[in-house]
């Protein structure tokens, strides 16, 4: 793609068409100046079949907050719509609109939203965004675009990196992710937890160091050539003796790959250098990473590595480490300091969000501004659970006396729930399910929104050290069932008493009902 078809692609056009028509229409109606509110929250968190996620992590905003600077709509795109016509073949943009637009800029808009790196639940609203109708709008595309995949692929590292035990995780899932959209993940991936990423031009940008060994191809190309899988362990361990981590497995991993990767490694010892380790890319990787540690061992190679890689995800994990801890001692290995030996490279699983392969984030109108008040919107379905909760909101988190996070309330933004004595905390849709906490009980309260984009200014951003420390923060203060990979325990997020009653009072009128 030429860089100007990039720029038409990636611009102001990165957006549905009918947010293009809908703008058009609250411009003809006058109502594109109509100061509007909305929040942007996820309804259910990832389920991967198997297992479940009870929590998420936010990522994406840096990116999309860059998107926001840099929006205008330019001459060619102006070009292309008023090129468009409806099915009689008319014009569908009038030339007054089209004038509009190309004064039209985020810069109008004041965005509160949960800081990257934070643990969010779903049903709380992560970003409230503010401004003119038409151009608050506008913004819905791209912003589900940029909040959506990130947050659902750092949860999936966050889980990974759990299930690891402390063993560094690599991103290798550059090769089977979503175009360029790997790069969005492999950035979301680093805040998740996993240490290191195989894109090179992602960790150039982030200042990390990319990761990576070498491929099947490599030995095959020495076997093909007549040369043997030794000669490749050789000419590899040659060129980066103080980095040398073989593949083990094209041949025979236990009978060829191993014993010839340790013939390399006495090799390069002898010249002064320690070999990295090896890697394991299929078969049972419980038992050959039993036995690769035993052969380690036996040759005075104990501190070396053993990487597992190949369709690797955070139950696999948890299933190889599990089985490590039961098989291990019967050959005379602590199970523990094998388990912290191991890294893994996770790849297309960690990409793709393997089972869940899209967060179900949306965006939704809440509040307009007319006659001097802000008037709360309200959208019915047939289902209760995807009634919004309207209104200008707040979102805070609730810690209790052991200092973890009991859960997350979202109030009215007028609302202070710091200053009372004792909190009514409502289900969002049940009616005879709250619970009554005294303020006594809790050791704090924490305001999770925070104002990112004002007039054009945005916050400034983070380093992906200080992502991946508020995540490890947030994390430390989930209870244990939360973050449990299987049927995790449910976090609640809760209602106010009043954005309750002024829930139910919007419902009832809209069904033509008086409040009882």
Same mark, same amino acid.
């Given at each position: 793609?030429k860089?100007?078809q990039q720029?038409t692609?990636?611009?102001?056009?990165?957006?549905?068409?009918y947010? @293009?028509?809908m703008?058009?229409?609250?411009?003809r109606?006058g109502?594109?100046?109509l100061?509007? %509110? &909305?929040?942007?929250? &996820?309804?259910?968190?990832?389920?991967?079949?198997?297992?479940?996620?009870?929590?998420?992590?936010?990522?994406?905003?840096?990116?999309?907050?860059?998107?926001l600077e =840099?929006?205008?709509?330019r001459?060619?795109?102006?070009?292309?719509?008023?090129?468009?016509t409806d099915?009689?073949?008319?014009r569908l943009?009038?030339?007054?609109?089209? %004038?509009?637009?190309k004064?039209?800029? &985020?810069?109008? @808009?004041?965005i509160?939203?949960?800081?990257?790196?934070?643990?969010?639940?779903?049903g709380?609203?992560?970003?409230v965004?503010?401004?003119?109708?038409?151009? /608050?709008?506008?913004?819905?595309? /791209?912003?589900?675009?940029?909040?959506?995949?990130?947050?659902?692929?750092?949860?999936?590292?966050?889980?990974?990196k759990?299930?690891a035990?402390?063993?560094?995780?690599?991103?290798?899932g550059?090769?089977?992710g979503?175009?360029?959209?790997?790069?969005?993940?492999?950035?979301?991936?680093?805040?998740?937890?996993?240490?290191?990423?195989?894109?090179t031009?992602?960790?150039c940008?982030?200042?990390?160091?990319?990761?990576?060994?070498?491929?099947?191809?490599?030995?095959q190309? &020495?076997?093909?050539?007549?040369?043997?899988?030794?000669a490749?362990f050789r000419?590899?361990?040659?060129?980066y003796?103080?980095?040398?981590?073989?593949?083990?497995?094209?041949?025979?991993?236990?009978? !060829?790959?191993?014993?010839?990767?340790?013939?390399?490694?006495e090799?390069?010892?002898?010249q002064?250098?320690e070999?990295?380790?090896v890697?394991?890319?299929?078969?049972?990787?419980?038992?050959? !990473?039993?036995?690769?540690?035993?052969?380690?061992?036996?040759?005075?190679?104990?501190?070396?590595?053993?990487?597992?890689?190949? $369709?690797?995800?955070e139950?696999?994990i948890?299933?190889?480490?599990t089985?490590i801890?039961?098989d291990?001692?019967?050959?005379?290995?602590?199970?523990?300091?094998?388990?912290r030996?191991l890294?893994?490279?996770?790849?297309?699983?960690?990409?793709?969000?393997?089972?869940?392969?899209?967060?179900?984030?949306?965006?939704k109108?809440?509040a307009?501004?007319?006659?001097g008040?802000?008037?709360?919107?309200?959208?019915?379905?047939?289902?209760p659970a995807k009634?919004i909760?309207?209104?200008?909101k707040?979102?805070w988190?609730?810690?209790?006396?052991?200092?973890?996070?009991?859960?997350?309330?979202?109030?009215?933004?007028?609302?202070?729930p =710091?200053?009372?004595a004792?909190?009514?905390?409502?289900h969002?849709?049940?009616? $005879?399910?709250?619970r009554?906490l005294?303020r006594a009980?809790?050791s704090?309260?924490?305001p999770?929104?925070?104002?990112?984009?004002?007039?054009? %200014?945005?916050?400034p951003?983070?380093?992906?050290?200080?992502?991946?420390?508020?995540?490890e923060a947030d994390?430390?203060?989930?209870?244990?069932?939360?973050k449990?990979?299987?049927n995790p325990?449910?976090?609640?997020? !809760?209602? !106010?008493? =009043?954005?309750?009653g002024?829930k139910?009072?919007?419902?009832?009128?809209?069904?033509?009902?008086?409040?009882?």
């Open positions: 793609m860089p100007d720029a692609a990636e611009g102001a056009l990165f957006t549905d068409f947010q @293009l028509t703008a058009q229409l609250y411009y109606e109502l594109h100046q100061p509007a %509110r &909305f929040d942007y929250f &996820f309804r259910n968190y990832p389920d991967y079949g198997s297992h479940q996620a009870g929590y998420c992590l936010t990522a994406g905003l840096d990116w999309l907050l860059n998107y =840099r929006y205008r709509f001459d060619e795109d102006l070009a292309y719509l008023r090129s468009a099915s009689r073949g008319q943009f009038a030339e007054d609109f089209l %004038r509009y637009l004064e039209v800029s &985020f810069e109008v @808009l004041t509160r939203a949960v800081p990257e790196g934070r643990v969010v639940h779903a709380a609203p992560i970003a965004v503010e401004g003119p109708l038409l151009i /608050a709008q506008l913004l819905e595309t /791209a912003l589900l675009n940029h909040l959506n995949y990130p947050t659902l692929i750092a949860t999936k590292a966050s889980r990974v759990q299930s035990q402390g063993g560094v995780v690599i991103d290798f550059m090769r089977r979503q175009e360029r959209g790997v790069n969005a993940g492999a950035r979301a991936a680093l805040i998740g937890g996993v240490d290191y990423s195989s894109n031009g992602l960790s940008l982030l200042g990390l160091p990319p990761k990576g060994t070498h491929a099947h191809s490599l030995v190309t &020495f076997m093909a050539l007549g040369l043997g899988e030794l490749a000419a590899y361990a040659a060129l003796p103080d980095d040398c981590l073989l593949l083990v497995d094209t041949v025979d991993t236990l009978a !060829s790959g191993l014993p010839n990767a340790l013939i390399v490694f090799e390069l010892r002898r002064g250098h070999p990295i380790g890697r394991l890319d299929s078969g049972d990787r419980a038992f050959l !990473s039993i036995q690769a540690a035993k052969m380690l061992d036996e040759a005075g190679f104990a501190q070396a590595r053993i990487v597992l890689s190949g $369709n690797l995800e139950f696999a948890w299933q190889i480490t089985q801890e039961s291990a001692p019967a050959y005379g290995l602590d199970p523990q300091a094998l388990i030996r890294s893994y490279g996770v790849g297309t699983q960690l990409m793709v969000s393997g089972g869940a392969a899209a967060l179900d984030g949306v965006y109108l809440v307009v501004y007319e006659r008040e802000w008037r709360p919107a309200i959208k019915l379905t047939e289902s009634t909760n309207p209104g200008n707040a979102l988190r609730l810690y209790d006396r052991r200092g973890k996070a009991t859960a997350d309330l979202v109030t009215l933004l007028d609302e202070d =710091r200053e009372l004792r909190l009514t905390l409502r969002p849709v049940e009616a $005879n399910t709250y009554n005294a009980e809790l704090g309260l924490e999770l929104l925070r104002e990112v984009f004002v007039q054009g %200014r945005r916050a951003p983070a380093s992906i050290t200080e992502l991946r420390s508020r995540a994390l430390a203060r989930l209870d244990a069932g939360v449990r990979l299987i325990h449910i976090y609640h997020v !809760s209602l !106010s008493e =009043r954005l309750w002024l139910q009072q919007l419902i009832a009128e809209a069904r033509g009902l008086r409040p009882a």
